[in-house]
Every structure is written in structure tokens, then in C-alpha cells.
């Protein structure tokens, strides 16, 4: 096999052959750069399987748009496009970063890698916060997955919707409270009894805006796509023109973003170890092979992202 | 790959960023979807080749990784493609009517009964 | 050829006397040496006893359900039990069983001796995909006291996001768990096929099994993930109820089986395509013939991989599937059968004039290319569109899968045990033993799978509790059969299990076989190989002589044209 000693990969000057005594070379590799490149490929085949994972959810995506377009062009309008792509921003610079690190590695500057690794961390942490700041605003409004998606929020939304002459209900109050609301929660316990014990409401009382006919068969040939009066922050569950089936976006909303989120915590946990590992001057021109590694996971992150955020926050 | 090359590609991220949000603004019908995922394309593909190192390794890694892409496209196209023939032919009519239809045909099939609409 | 570590021919007696180098098994003492080793035949042998062991447990609730089915009615558990046990028997014996058999348990022993390497690329990864493999099956019990499930193995919504059996959620985590352990291994190995084959060891002269390990860990790879995410999602749904696979919510239930096949579909040929890679080896070996047709052998390998991802639809026929994708996947799933079709006809000609020693693993080997046969054969009555209405969810299938997925995968992964049981204990079992017991499996086995046939075009609907009495014939029958394969079985773990105590020491080359794992030590050395061997052609059997002095095959340098090429030519 001339393919392994014959490696004439883009590393190669910086790797060169320097003997079995590499502390790093494991006992069954015969090369140092046969242990890089198995490393590099064994990455590789991960991150294939990172985009298959996620690829679950898009195409779960496409389902539910092509099923429903009218709910997201219509609910899209909740989220907040100036902070999508400032997020957007945050994330393209941090991978920048992360570029420049096995750059610097690469020619031997530590210093400048670690420097470069902090500010990645930066922009990880950056991004997080303004998801965080994203998600509990939404959570404030109820714009949450399923069935919680139609709970009123405030007393006087209850009051409204439950004594005016447009009753307004999610199907079965009671047990939507015990199943999905944390007891604790003190909105809960303030809607009024009127509104707890009322009898299972039948199916076809509901309101159709608000409850979801349909099911599957609401795909809607030729309806009117829906343009809200109301940006982010007015409240759903007045809008007699929210398509039915809302809480649908919001459900692969979290899920996607979410699922993004807990791998840009583990990239965060990777680039500490990173960081560590550099500070400790174990990393050099001649191994570094975890921050390539690290980086790459780091941009297959930024690369999801980079679908999700036309995905959500640009629909026309 | 100098630092150039790559802050140059980092650049070209951000302005295609500015552009993707500018474009929604403008309403050119359907092609408002293909134009966002034609550029979020265009940005990925930056990041995948000089990002991620594409450009200069080894050819299998790159094929491996637009193998995976693949699989995921073809799951788009079945899937949708079945879509489109089957959800309106299902179950006719809206869910309370389905419910109906259910009771008529099969009144003691365990379906959707117990939680209407979720739980 | 540095030929590797062979025991010192010095003995009298003309008996193969104790290994002089310490071999894997004894290399490092203790639990811990096995709990934290990074040795890949150790992990390879773990893998095997867990697999064995789930085997029985899976296998106890199959004889269980064939009781119950033994007169119409109550016979020893309720309905909701039967429900339980089907549940537990499928998904034991798919996620727990077949699926890491032959690849994770057979694959990590055999694959980098074949290879010629000293071991896995990550070998730590490996260990790491071991434990995930145990941490799934605490998951499964985990759920059984939680209340178990009933879900049938293929998890379909709405039922399992409604069900009220408590233990769905544990065992769909551990599911998800099992998952990233066989994404694991998958990985590892392509990274091990591609970057630590020695000089000489060219895709070409790989054994046939490697390359169809190579196409396992592809799909491995590339469909568990999407296992992965729709468990994830079968999750989310039970505990947050988002409503995605929820109709009456503006879900789409058929999309969870779009998900779940787009998975499992591929996943059978994570079972089928290393069974058919032992089977290739088994064939060749045992038959002391080179094997015919190994590029196509190798290629057909690859096909199926490919093919396996553009056919999971044939499952969803009757799920309300349009009719357009209906006939594009029946379509793409006859063509599965030509890949399919060429495995069969090259092992056909391979054994036509070759010197076949009936050894069990040949018996085993022979059986699995019957079973196949008639599994492979009767796919192609449930992927025509017409008569998969009729057959859809009945015994047809049951038999159907059955006949692929343990007639074959499973029969082939005890072929590939026996074959290379010697290899890995340095024992031999008894011949004589193990033909009995393949005699009664291959026996049970066609009697309680055909039968199923029979019930099932009859119209006898699977996963039922009760039937009409017309049936009860067939039930029977079925269940007697069970009865027959179990006791081969049993009679298998007892005589290989007396060959560890009492079996006669294996020489290196018990069967004259020519790849590398036939070169090292039986057992083999802890490093595989001290210098990295050359390597020859492993199907020429020209150059395997018996050598009378260590009752074993020797592989005779001379006669083989290709090891005396220059180094740098191989
Ligand atoms: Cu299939």
C-alpha cells in the first residue's frame, strides 16, 4: 500500500517523518502521518454522521413546510431577524477564529492559537447568550411546542378569552394544565376556575385559527398565505389569523435550534480542552492534531447554522 | 492556506450574510426559498473548502462528506415526492370530520380519542 | 513472509506442543485487563459473549411466544405479556443480537489480523463503543422494570407516543445509545480498511469478508444517524408532545416510517452483507478453491450498500404510501436482487469441483446459501405490489425475515464462530458434535420457518395472540420445530463450551485457510503481528500444504508466485 508512506497531504512539510519516537504516535501506526490522516478521516466520517442527524430534522422540515408553507411564512414573523444574524455573524467570526488557530499551529505560534482559541470561545459564548435571550423571550409569549403553545399567559388574556362571546379554548384545559404545565407555576393557578372546569370542550367548538383542523389533510391548495399584523411580542392567541397548526413551526424551531445548541456546547467543552492543552505547550507545529480535529467539528456547527438561519428568521 | 485566504473567506461569509437577510425584503414569489438556500449553499461550500481544509485534503474525505449530503437530499426527495401524492387523499376532510369518519367506520378504533388535539 | 510467531516445530511427539509466546488471552491478567483493554480481539471476544448472552435471552422469548402460540388462546401468558414478549424478542434480537454480531463481535477479532495490522485505528473508540453497547442494554432492562413495552421493534407512532406500557422511553434511549455504538465500530473500521493496510495488502487482495465489512461500516455509518435523530424525535413527541408525527395535530405519522425505515431498511444489510462476507471465506476455505468471481464478490458488496439506501419504502406499501413512490421503490427493490443473485452464483461456482471438507463451519456455510435462497426469493413476493397486499403483516413476512435475518445473518455469524473458534480459544471442538447440532438447527429451523410460510399466505396476521382453530396445524408444527432448533443450540454452547476445557489445542491452520489470521498463533499474540507480514494471494490455496507434524495447514512459500515478488512491487 504506497498510499500511506507516499502522503503528499497539505500537511505534509509542517508533519514530515521524525521516527517512532514521537511521544504521540500510538504503538499501531507506523507514521506519524498515518495516525493524522486516520484521525483526519475518522473526523471526517463523524461529521458525516452529524449531517445525516441533522439531516433527520430537515428533512422533517421540509416535510412540515411543503405540508404547511402557510404557518411559516406566517410564524417566522415571531422571530427576531436582527438577532438571527447577528448571531449569524458571531458564528462566521468564531469559525474565522478557529481557522486562523490550526493556521497558527500550523507554523508553529501557539501563543497566537491560544489566542485565537479564547476569542472562538468568546464568540461561542456570544452566540449563547443571545439565544438565550432569544428563548426566554419566546417562552414569555408562549411561543413554545405543542400543545403549551395555546395556553393563555396572564390572567387577563384568560379572563378575556374565556368569558368573551369568542370562546377561545385549548382543548381540554384541565388536563393540558396537569400534563404540560408545571404545577408550581404561578400563571397557571390564576386562570380562573371558569376556565379549569369547564367540560372537555368538543372538537367542534374550537375555534378552527386557533385549534388546528385538519390534521394532515389541512394542506392548504391555493389558501392565502397569511401576513400577521403583529411582529414579535403581540400575542398569538388573539390573532384570528394564525394559520392552524402554529405550534408546529415553533415545535421544529426548538427542536433544530435546539439540537444546535447542545453541539455548540460541546464544541464550547472541546475548545476549553483545546485552550488548556495549548496553554500546557502541547501543541506545536509538529502535533496538533486535536485543534484540527476540533476546528473541524467547530465548523460543521457554524456550517448547520448556516442553513438554519435562512430556514427560520428569512421567510418572505 | 494563508491568513489571508482565509480571512478573505470570512469576509465573503459576512457579506453574503448581509445579502441573504437583504433578500428577503424583496419579494420575487417563490424564488425568495431558492435564492436563501442557493446562498446558505454558496456559504457552506466556503466553509467546507477553505474552513474546513477541503480544497487541500485528501479527495475521500471530501466525497465521504457530500456522500452524507446526498443521503440526506435523497430523503428529501422521496419523502417529499411521496408527500405530495398522499397527504390530501388520507383522510378527507378536517380532523373533527376525520373523528367522524373514524366513529362511522370504526367506532372502536383507539385513535385520537383519548387526546384530542395532543393531550 | 516474516511468517508470524509460529510455535517451535521442535516437539517429538509430533504433537503441537504449548504456545512458547504469550498469547492475547494471557497477556495481562485480571478483570480490569479486560474491563480497560484496548486490545481489539479482547474487545472482539467481549462483544461475542454479550452477544451470545442477549442470543439466549432473546432467544428464551421466541420459545416462549412459539408455547403460547401452541393452542389458540390462553396457554401460559396474557394478552399484554404476548404483546410485551414479541416486542422484546424483536427488539433484543435486531438491536442487541444480529446487529453488532457479526461486525462488532466477529469483525473486531478477525478484521485487523486479516488486515494485517496490529489493531484498530481507535482503539480506544472501540472500547468506548463496547461499553455504549452495555450501557444500551441496561437501558433495555432499565425499561423492563419500568413497565417494558409493546411497541412492536419498529416503534411506530402514533402507538408509541401513546402507549401506556411505561418502559418506551428507556428503551428507545437505549436503542439510540446502541445506535452511536455501532456508528462507532463502523467508523473505526473504515478508518482501519483505508489507512492501516501493510505494503503489499492492496484492495484487491483483501479477503472478501473485509470488503464487506467495508460496505457495513458505509451503511453503519450513514443510516444509523438518521436512527438516531428519529428516536431523538420519538422522544421529544412522548414527553413534549410537539405534535410532529401527530395527525389530529398537523403531524405525519407515515413520516416517522419514512424516518424508521430510511434507517432499518439498510440495516438489514448491516446484518446480511458481513454474513455474506464469512460465507465467502467460509465457501472458499473449506473447499480448498480459490474463490470465484472476487471482484464481483467484492463489488456486489458495494452495490448492495448503495441499493440499500433507495429501497426502504417497500415497508410503507400498505402504510398509505402514494402510489408513485410505491412503484419506484418496488422497482428499486428487484434490483436489490441482482447484487444479491451474483454473491450466490459465484459461491455456487466456487464449490463446483472444489475439495469440500464437510466441517461444521462448511455445514453452516452451505446452510446459510440455502436459508438465503429462499429468504432473498420471497422478498420478491413482498416487494411486488400486488401480492404485498395480501401478504403485508402476516406470517409471509414473519417466515420472510426470519429466513434473512437468522437463517442467514445469524446462520452465517455460527458459521463464522466456528470457523474461527479456533482462532480465538486455541481450541478444537468436536466435529462430530457440531454436525449433529447443525443438523438440528438447519432441521428446527426450516420446520418452524416454512411452516410460517404456509400460515402466512393463509392469511394468518403476525403479532396476533389468538387464531381461528384452521390454523392451529401450522402453529404446531412451528413450534415443534422451535423446539428442534433451541436443542441444537443448547447442544452448541455445551460442546463448544467442553472444547474450552477439553478440546484438543488448535494449530495455527486448522482448515487451510490462506489470509493473514491463519498465520499468527491460535490464539494470537498480543500484537498481532511482531513485523509486518507480506502478503499473498488469500484465496490461492495452491501454496497451503498439510503439515502432518502440527495437524494444521502451512503455508509453503515456494509455491506461491506472489510472495516471492519483490518487496517493493507487492
Ligand atoms: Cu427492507
Redesign the pocket.
Known amino acids: 500500500m504506497t498510499e500511506i508512506h507516499a502522503s503528499n497531504h497539505a500537511h505534509d512539510e509542517e508533519h514530515g517523518d521524525h521516527g517512532h519516537h514521537d511521544p504521540h504516535l500510538a504503538h499501531h501506526f507506523e507514521t506519524p502521518a498515518q495516525q493524522f490522516d486516520s484521525g483526519k478521516l475518522g473526523m471526517w466520517l463523524f461529521l458525516a454522521t452529524e449531517v445525516l442527524f441533522f439531516g433527520g430534522l430537515f428533512v422533517l422540515y421540509c416535510i412540515l413546510r411543503y405540508n404547511h408553507p402557510e404557518i411559516f411564512s406566517y410564524a417566522s414573523n415571531y422571530l427576531d431577524t436582527v438577532m438571527g444574524g447577528v448571531n449569524t455573524c458571531v458564528l462566521i467570526l468564531s469559525s474565522l477564529t478557529m481557522a486562523l488557530a490550526v493556521r497558527f499551529a500550523q507554523i508553529n505560534k501557539p501563543k497566537w492559537m491560544v489566542i485565537c482559541l479564547v476569542l472562538t470561545l468568546l464568540g461561542a459564548v456570544g452566540f449563547l447568550v443571545i439565544k438565550y435571550f432569544e428563548y426566554t423571550h419566546k417562552i414569555h409569549d408562549h411561543l413554545v411546542w405543542g400543545s403549551t403553545f395555546y395556553v393563555p399567559t396572564s390572567v387577563e388574556e384568560a379572563e378575556k378569552l374565556g368569558g368573551g362571546e369568542n370562546p377561545v379554548v385549548t382543548t381540554e384545559p384541565a388536563a393540558v394544565a396537569a400534563d404540560f404545565v408545571d404545577p408550581s407555576d404561578s400563571e397557571q393557578e390564576l386562570i380562573p376556575d371558569s376556565l379549569m372546569q369547564k367540560p372537555a370542550t368538543s372538537v367542534s367548538q374550537i375555534k378552527p385559527a386557533q385549534m388546528a383542523p385538519g390534521g394532515i389533510a389541512s394542506m392548504a391548495e391555493g389558501e392565502p398565505v397569511v401576513e400577521p399584523p403583529y411582529s414579535s411580542g403581540a400575542n398569538h392567541l388573539e390573532d384570528a389569523d394564525m394559520p392552524p397548526n402554529t405550534h408546529l413551526f415553533f415545535g421544529i424551531y426548538y427542536c433544530m435550534t435546539g439540537l444546535h445548541g447542545v453541539h455548540v456546547l460541546i464544541g464550547m467543552a472541546l475548545i476549553v480542552w483545546l485552550i488548556v492543552r495549548g496553554l500546557r505547550g502541547h501543541f506545536s507545529h509538529k502535533y496538533y492534531t486535536p485543534v484540527d480535529l476540533g476546528g473541524l467539528y467547530w465548523h460543521i456547527v457554524d456550517l448547520i447554522w448556516i442553513f438554519l438561519f435562512p430556514m427560520f428568521y428569512l421567510i418572505h | 492556506m494563508s491568513p489571508g485566504i482565509l480571512i478573505g473567506t470570512g469576509l465573503a461569509l459576512l457579506v453574503l450574510t448581509v445579502l441573504t437577510v437583504a433578500v428577503r425584503y424583496i419579494d420575487v414569489g417563490e424564488f425568495n426559498i431558492y435564492i436563501a438556500i442557493g446562498i446558505a449553499v454558496v456559504k457552506a461550500t466556503l466553509v467546507a473548502l477553505f474552513f474546513m481544509h477541503l480544497r487541500w485534503d485528501r479527495p475521500f474525505n471530501s466525497l465521504f462528506f457530500v456522500a452524507s449530503i446526498a443521503a440526506v437530499v435523497l430523503m428529501i426527495v422521496f419523502t417529499t415526492m411521496d408527500t405530495a401524492q398522499y397527504a390530501p387523499d388520507v383522510i378527507k376532510g378536517n380532523a373533527p370530520e376525520a373523528q367522524k369518519t373514524l366513529d362511522e367506520l370504526a367506532p372502536d378504533a383507539p385513535v385520537a380519542v383519548k387526546y384530542p388535539y395532543g393531550m | 513472509m516474516s511468517t508470524i510467531d509460529l510455535p517451535h516445530q521442535d516437539d517429538q511427539q509430533g504433537r503441537t506442543p504449548a504456545p512458547v509466546v504469550d498469547n492475547y488471552l494471557t497477556y495481562t491478567r485480571g478483570i480490569k485487563s479486560w474491563i480497560f483493554t484496548l486490545d481489539h480481539k479482547r474487545i472482539g471476544v467481549m462483544y461475542m459473549v454479550s452477544v451470545l448472552v442477549s442470543f439466549l435471552v432473546g432467544g428464551t422469548f421466541a420459545i416462549l411466544l412459539r408455547t403460547e402460540l401452541l393452542p389458540p388462546g390462553k396457554t401460559i401468558v396474557g394478552a399484554d405479556m404476548y404483546n410485551q414478549f414479541f416486542t422484546l424478542h424483536g427488539a433484543i434480537m435486531v438491536f442487541l443480537v444480529i446487529i453488532p454480531s457479526i461486525p462488532a463481535a466477529l469483525g473486531n477479532f478477525v478484521l485487523p489480523i486479516m488486515l494485517g495490522a496490529k489493531d484498530v485505528a481507535f482503539p480506544r473508540l472501540n472500547l468506548f463503543s463496547y461499553w455504549l453497547w452495555i450501557a444500551g442494554a441496561i437501558c433495555a432492562v432499565v425499561s423492563l422494570l419500568m413497565g417494558g413495552f409493546d411497541t412492536g421493534w419498529t416503534f411506530y407512532t402514533p402507538y408509541s407516543t401513546t402507549t401506556e406500557t411505561g418502559g418506551v422511553i428507556a428503551v428507545v434511549t437505549g436503542v439510540f445509545i446502541l445506535g452511536f455504538s455501532s456508528i462507532f465500530t463502523g467508523m473505526n473500521f473504515i478508518v482501519t480498511i483505508h489507512k492501516l493496510r501493510p505494503p503489499g495488502m492492496t484492495w484487491f487482495r483483501m479477503p472478501l469478508f473485509l470488503w464487506s465489512i467495508y460496505a457495513t461500516a458505509m451503511i453503519q455509518v450513514l443510516a444509523t444517524p438518521v436512527l438516531a435523530i428519529t428516536l431523538l424525535l420519538l422522544i421529544i413527541e412522548r414527553t413534549l408532545n410537539i405534535g410532529v408525527f401527530n395527525p389530529s395535530m398537523g403531524g405525519d405519522p407515515v413520516l416517522f416510517q419514512h424516518f424508521f ?1 430510511f434507517y ?2 439498510p440495516a ?1 444489510y448491516i446484518m446480511i452483507l458481513p454474513a455474506m462476507g464469512i460465507i465467502s471465506d467460509v465457501i472458499a476455505v473449506h473447499s480448498h478453491r480459490h474463490i470465484f468471481g472476487y471482484t464481483f464478490i467484492a463489488f456486489s458488496s458495494i452495490a448492495i450498500a448503495v441499493f440499500s439506501f433507495l ?2 419504502g ?2 410503507m406499501f400498505t402504510s398509505g404510501q402514494s402510489p408513485l413512490m410505491n412503484t419506484i421503490f418496488s422497482l428499486i427493490t428487484f434490483s436489490v436482487s441482482i447484487p444479491s443473485a451474483i454473491k450466490v452464483f459465484n459461491w455456487l461456482a466456487t464449490l463446483y469441483k472444489g475439495s469440500i471438507s464437510l466441517n461444521t463451519a462448511m455445514l453452516y456455510g452451505l446452510s446459510f446459501i440455502f436459508l438465503f435462497t429462499i429468504g432473498g426469493l420471497t422478498g420478491l413476493h413482498l416487494g411486488t405490489l400486488n401480492t404485498d397486499i395480501h401478504l403485508h403483516d402476516t406470517y409471509f413476512v414473519v417466515a420472510h425475515f426470519h429466513y434473512v435475518m437468522m437463517g442467514s445473518a445469524l446462520i452465517a455469524m455460527i458459521a463464522g464462530l466456528h470457523h474461527w473458534w479456533p482462532k480465538m480459544t486455541g481450541r478444537m471442538y468436536s466435529e462430530f458434535w457440531g454436525r449433529i447440532g447443525c443438523l438440528l438447527v438447519f432441521i428446527g429451523f426450516n420446520v418452524t420457518f416454512f411452516t410460517q410460510f404456509m400460515l402466512g399466505s393463509q392469511g394468518m396476521p403476525r403479532r396476533y395472540y389468538d387464531y381461528l382453530p384452521e390454523y392451529q396445524v401450522y402453529h404446531v408444527i412451528s413450534t415443534i420445530g422451535s423446539y428442534v432448533m433451541a436443542l441444537g443450540f443448547v447442544l452448541t454452547a455445551v460442546y463448544l463450551l467442553a472444547s474450552i476445557m477439553f478440546g484438543r489445542r488448535a494449530p495455527a491452520n486448522p482448515w487451510g485457510g490462506r489470509s493473514l489470521e491463519w498465520q499468527c498463533t491460535s490464539p494470537p499474540p498480543h500484537d498481532n503481528f511482531k513485523t509486518t507480514p507480506r502478503v499473498g494471494n488469500c484465496y490461492d490455496f495452491s501454496a497451503v500444504v498439510w503439515d502432518e507434524k502440527q495437524q494444521g495447514y502451512v503455508v509453503d512459500r515456494s509455491l506461491d508466485p506472489t510472495l516471492n515478488e519483490p518487496a517493493d512491487k507487492a
Open positions: 425505515w432499518s431498511h438489514v429501497v426502504w417497500h415497508h
